[in-house]
């Protein structure tokens, strides 16, 4: 939950407390928001509101989108360690070239994880990232088809296919897409 989610919670259980309270504030500020916060059972609700109030179960379909995330995150750090491995033994065109693309992998693969915490945690701002991921990923494979490497093209564009199927899913876009309006 975020500091403005928690912040939006102690003034609505603040409000609600001074309401039903007939009484003076004479406890100290520290007690009263204990006090007022621990009074305040959280009202169910659904929706969108419910991510601003307290933890919610994600959808299957974002858990599945934030698994393949970590899965192509996994892919790609095994790629850079794998094209480290290779700059170091010599067998790359060039060692600072090598060593570059396995700097550049290490980093893509920390960015691709990032994605899938931010999925996991049904952040907004993930799905666009995922989505960009999943169109690589796919034309990647495609080029591994044509290669032919069926070997890695095949389960690239599965991933990509998956990921893609898990983020366009109804209940994906309702969590993570921002201002969309609920159809009634």
């Known amino acids: 939950m975020g500091s ?10 603040s409000q609600i407390s001074a309401a039903s309270s007939p009484e003076p504030r004479t406890q100290p500020a520290r007690q009263s928001r204990r006090a007022s916060a621990a009074a305040v059972p959280a009202a ?5 509101a419910q991510a601003l109030t307290g933890p919610r179960q994600l959808p299957t379909a974002v858990r599945i989108a934030a698994v393949v995330q970590a899965v192509e995150a ?17 067998k790359s065109y060039h060692r600072d070239s090598g060593v570059a693309i396995t700097l550049i992998g290490i980093a893509t693969a920390v960015a691709l994880a990032y994605v899938a915490r931010g999925l996991s945690c ?11 991921t999943q ?26 296919i998956t990921g893609f199927g898990a983020l366009l899913a109804p209940a994906s876009i309702e969590l993570l897409t921002p201002g969309r309006a609920r159809k009634s």
């Open 4 to 13: 403005r989610s928690r912040a939006r919670a102690r003034a609505q259980a």
């Open 122 to 132: 049904g952040r907004r701002w993930s799905r666009t990232p995922a989505m960009l």
């Open 74 to 90: 996994v892919g790609v750090l095994v790629a850079a360690l794998i094209a480290g491995v290779d700059a170091l033994t010599g």
């Open 135 to 160: 169109l690589f990923t796919g034309i990647l494979a495609i080029y591994m088809i044509q290669a032919p490497r069926l070997d890695l093209g095949i389960p690239a564009i599965v991933v990509a």
């Open 44 to 48: 169910p609700e659904s929706g969108p």
